[in-house]
């Protein structure tokens, strides 16, 4: 179970069927009135058993699209898978038919939302939204199902499971629904877990708890876990390996001590940059010159070069892609020498050391 | 945090732009609010088909009677006895009814007007009304308010439908101003109670309370400083109290209550018809019915067009 | 609950006195009054007039009109001695102190002037056959709307639902009475004649509904005469039905909606659960809230709004009661329908909030 913590971010060292989800060349679009968004716009990454996967990116850069995605919960129309892969223990997922995904949803994968106020349904009891995943995927009896809501409830660290189980949703605060839904996730022993932005709505004081308890529940259920939010320091907190996405893309990716110790692409760079630390006090706040990109009208090349502080002629005109860099860790001209361009103008050497130490701290 | 790169800001203008966000941003120097909302009317299409079949039936109603006269205290001699009425026909497309053998076109056009008129002018009474008295209620609160909101209640728990109609038979005598007033006094309270949380919520709004600070009266800050940021709501929830009404009028003007038959409305018209189904005059209730659901969904199409126009937050 | 109830129930006390009083300013301050009937009838004196108006205390100033009807006045007496019951107590005391027996603190809603009836026995002889045909056509409608709504919602943009939202904007704007003369038309008329145009019985065959020789007429022979009902049923329920369907199924359907659109619908899915659990164990049950009190409010329009359709089918229910009582100014019998059909508004009121507490475990009182 354990093992999976040995040795993060060294993907050459484990053998293949070691992969759990390998996401290929993902690209979800959303066909609206005004036209065409592509939220997910080309993504590859890959999970191992046990491993702890964190994405990434501002609001609107595709992460919870990507995890719908995987789901495939998203709406079709007004969404489209418009290509790639997504294999799951050798699956494909998106080959699937409803029925055979329905038994990977819940079962295989399980989802904790970012909104416990209304990820609950509030005319049933916790118990019976607990049970009724639980009788359906192993087939307990309604008994042996609302004992194993019971027995969840008790390992997400709810006092008295027997009377919670018993109560509606609106009867218990944000962070008790949060345990509700990650025990709701864990009762039917999923291989991986993801969890879209889930200590985002919730306290501050709450949202350490909560993020103890999941990075707790993957290490006594050796799930692997997919976590996804906007917070770097979340990041660090929680898992070894991470993807950072910008504007439907991964811009970079590797253990969290690479990236966030020696950021590369400029964006990550300004994602902790704009990190608040004691060190800074009386300083002016860094933050990201710019807005996101107009979905409807990406610009020509790099999409974060109009925000970008180092941007040089390729990146106004060439489109840099992850994979294309070697190794595949970052998709910027800086590091990845642009065809018919010259070297970068700089390299990796910029240090952003003292930078992340503020988030560890 | 660093030199501004060529070309970073036209595409921030450019998504500005894209997003629909400056209307609000660029719009400000040339376009009102009303302008801005009729920019969005303009892009809702049923209800520009609704405004215009409104706008029709309204011509009709003021130039109709105009070209084709009718005498209706003059019985038409007719040229033959027809008692069941005569189906369309060129000369008569709405076809003739039967008994007095009256054309069913120049009835549905004289019917227009009076349909019409009782339809607006007791919207307009109601929102007067309603208007009033949920302002008053919702800017002074307390007592007031308390009495003015009971009244509602109790208004609200009548049944509506069989008081207006008891009302009209008792009061109205079959002359149109008095059903006018009947119907714009039954139909003010949905627009009181929304005036009234209206008024309470931008009440405590900063610049009321600046207002205040300043010294302005009572009369002052309600009607030019809060109605008007109140006036969108009211305006979609009136559009649809004209439909209403003259739905409502139609019904009590079909029961015999309503306006005096003299004054042709798309009700009353219909009254007789009843007795001549077995006849099979099916043309003479059709195109009177068809006026009446022509103009209520028109006007439903307007409101609805105007909630998206002016209140762009409310949803379906 | 039950404290609520009481309460709730207590409060609407006030409320009625209040309508009763409103109406019957309304009514009798009117112009003309029963006596209009006679209008056309020579024979009938300003003498036999003041005759009449005495025998039905039409004479008396409105105030003492509304308190003998309301029984804090005693007809029988004269002067101050007005508010003296026959056993010497006040008269709005209950009967068995006071010894009144007339007005509504005494139960009594009077005497219709049209019949001579008692008009609480008028009412409840017109209360059945509205109730067979309200009840029908509530039934048929909600299921319809529902079937409509959440079929809509959920193939939404489906030519179902562009159908169902055409058809809901029509129903919407087309006048009951409308529908109900061209349903007549079509299906009475002299070409298609398949369906009785009124009524609610054949007269040839049967005896009218509820008169006295209707029910050993209806046990001699019961499926004849249910079929005949039936028969007379399908127009005006029809009409009902279109007429209601239109705005319900918009309602559970925007309803419907928004339910699926909500987070634990996304969780259910996530959770693995077939389409048919997700949509009608977690969407619908949700949905079902607000329609619950939309429906319990709507039953009691059913009792007035069915005027129309009970008019034009010639249905002898509490509808066509009120035309009737409308047009010749029979005060009793009108104020007698307003406070049923009001406590009928409070009642149904109370019932829908207190059957939204039970479906929905968020709402305590």
């Known amino acids: 179970m354990s093992a999976s913590m040995a040795a993060p971010g060294l993907l050459a060292d484990r053998p293949a069927n070691d992969i759990l989800l390998d996401v290929r060349d993902l690209r979800t679009y959303f066909h609206v009135m005004d036209g065409t968004v592509r939220a997910v716009d080309g993504v590859s990454f890959s999970i191992r058993r046990g491993q702890t996967l964190g994405i990434v990116g501002e609001s609107g850069c595709g992460k919870s699209v990507t995890a719908l995605s995987i789901m495939r919960l998203l709406d079709i129309p007004p969404a489209e898978i418009a290509s790639g892969e997504i294999i799951f223990e050798g699956r494909n997922l998106l080959k699937l038919s409803e029925d055979e995904m329905r038994e990977v949803r819940g079962n295989d994968i399980a989802m904790i939302f970012q909104e416990p106020m209304t990820s609950l349904n509030p005319v049933f009891t916790i118990g019976d939204q607990i049970a009724e995943a639980v009788m359906l995927h192993q087939g307990l009896s309604r008994k042996e199902a609302w004992n194993k809501a019971i027995e969840s409830l008790k390992a997400v660290g709810i006092n008295n499971p027997e009377r919670r189980v018993k109560q509606y949703p609106h009867e218990m605060s944000g962070g008790m629904r949060q345990r509700v839904m990650i025990a709701m996730a864990l009762s039917c022993d999923p291989k991986l877990l993801i969890a879209d932005e889930p200590t985002t709505a919730l306290d501050v004081t709450i949202q350490a708890q909560i993020l103890e308890l999941i990075r707790m529940v993957q290490d006594e259920t050796g799930a692997a876990l997919m976590l996804i939010t906007h917070d770097l320091g979340v990041v660090a907190e929680t898992v070894h390996d991470i993807a950072v996405m910008y504007a439907g893309r991964i811009v970079e990716q590797g253990s969290v001590d690479e990236v966030l110790l020696s950021p590369k692409h400029p964006y990550t760079e300004g994602l902790i940059r704009s990190i608040p630390s004691r060190g800074m006090r009386g300083q002016r706040l860094n933050v990201i010159k710019g807005t996101v990109p107009n979905p409807f009208n990406m610009p020509e090349g790099c999409n974060f070069a109009p925000r970008c502080p180092y941007a040089f ?49 | 945090m660093t ?18 966000a400056v209307d609000y941003e660029v719009g400000l120097e040339s376009l009102n609010q009303w302008q801005l909302a009729w920019r969005r009317f303009r892009k809702h299409r049923l209800a520009l088909v609704g405004l215009g079949i409104l706008i029709f039936f309204i011509a009709v109603a003021i130039v109709g009677p105009v070209f084709m006269p009718f005498e209706f205290d003059v019985i038409p001699s007719p040229d033959k006895i027809v008692y069941q009425g005569r189906p369309p026909s060129l000369q008569h497309p709405f076809g003739e009814t039967g008994g007095l053998q009256r054309d069913v076109l120049l009835l549905v056009i004289n019917g227009a007007r009076t349909s019409l008129f009782i339809g607006f ?44 109609l008891v009302a009209s038979r008792f009061f109205g005598n079959g002359n149109v101003v008095l059903i006018i007033i009947i119907f714009g006094l039954f139909s003010w309270m949905t627009i009181s109670r929304l005036t009234r949380s209206l008024f309470l919520s931008i009440r405590e709004l900063e610049f009321v309370q600046a207002a205040r600070a300043v010294g302005l009266s009572d009369r002052r800050i309600i009607f030019r400083h809060i109605l008007p940021n109140a006036m969108s709501p009211i305006i979609v929830s009136a559009s649809l109290l004209i439909a209403a009404n003259i739905i409502a009028e139609a019904f009590v003007s079909f029961l015999g209550f309503g306006v005096n038959p003299i004054y042709p409305t798309w009700g009353n018209i219909l009254s007789n018809a009843l007795t001549f189904i077995p006849l099979g005059n099916w043309w003479w209730p059709a195109f009177p019915g068809l006026a009446i659901i022509f103009t209520v969904l028109a006007v439903n199409f307007i409101g609805d067009g105007l909630r998206d126009a002016l209140d762009p937050r409310s949803k379906e | 609950m039950s404290k609520y109830i009481i309460r709730r129930l207590i409060q609407a006390i006030p409320v009625l006195f209040g309508i009763t009083i409103v109406v019957y300013a309304i009514l009798l301050a009117a112009p003309g009054g029963p006596t209009a009937r006679f209008a056309n009838n020579p024979k009938f004196t300003e003498a036999d007039r003041e005759k009449f108006k005495k025998a039905w205390g039409l004479d008396q100033p409105i105030p003492v009109q509304y308190c003998r009807w309301m029984g804090i006045c005693n007809p029988e007496n004269e002067g101050l001695a007005v508010f003296i019951g026959s056993t010497g107590w006040p008269a709005f005391l209950p009967t068995s102190i006071s010894g009144t027996t007339n007005g509504l603190l005494h139960g009594d809603l009077g005497v219709s002037i049209d019949t001579g009836e008692a008009v609480a026995s008028r009412i409840a002889r017109a209360a059945l056959p509205t109730f067979i045909l309200a009840g029908n056509a509530l039934v048929i409608w909600i299921l319809v709307a529902l079937l409509i709504g959440v079929y809509a919602a959920i193939h939404r943009y489906s030519l179902f639902d562009q159908a169902a939202t055409v058809f809901a904007y029509v129903g919407y704007a087309m006048p009951t009475f409308w529908l109900g003369i061209m349903l007549i038309f079509l299906f009475s008329g002299p070409g298609l004649n398949i369906l009785p145009a009124g009524g609610m019985t054949e007269t040839r065959l049967s005896p009218p509904f509820g008169s006295d020789t209707y029910w050993p007429y209806f046990a001699a022979n019961p499926a004849t005469a249910i079929v005949d009902i039936v028969k007379h049923l399908i127009l005006p329920v029809f009409t009902l039905v279109v007429v209601n369907i239109a705005g319900d199924s918009r309602f559970i359907r925007s309803s419907m909606l928004e339910a699926l659109g909500q987070d634990y619908v996304r969780t259910a899915k996530a959770k693995g659960l077939p389409v048919r659990v997700v949509i009608f164990k977690h969407a619908l049950r949700n949905a079902l809230l607000p329609v619950v009190t939309n429906i319990g409010l709507e039953i009691p329009f059913l009792f007035t709004g069915a005027i129309v359709t009970e008019t034009i089918f010639s249905w002898p229910g509490i509808g066509r009661m009120t035309i009737e009582a409308t047009r010749s100014f029979d005060y009793p019998t009108l104020m007698g329908l307003l406070l049923i059909t009001s406590a009928l508004v409070v009642l149904a009121n109370l019932i829908a909030d207190i059957t939204y507490a039970i479906v929905d475990p968020r709402i305590k009182y």
């Open chain 2, 3 to 20: 030199p501004v790169q060529p070309g970073s800001e036209p595409d921030i203008v450019d998504l500005i732009r894209k997003e629909g």
């Open chain 2, 121 to 164: 002018s007791s919207m307009f009474i109601g929102v007067v009304v309603g208007t009033v008295v949920g302002s008053v209620a919702g800017y002074f609160g307390g007592l007031v308010d308390n009495v003015l909101m009971r009244i509602v209640d109790v208004m609200l728990s009548l049944p509506l439908l069989f008081v207006i």
């Open chain 1, 313 to 361: 002629e390729p990146c106004w005109t060439l489109d840099p892609q992850i994979e294309e860099a070697d190794p595949p860790d970052v998709a910027c001209w800086l590091y990845t020498p642009a065809p018919g361009f010259l070297a970068p103008k700089r390299g990796a050497q910029r240090v952003a050391g003292e930078l992340a130490s503020g988030i560890r701290s």
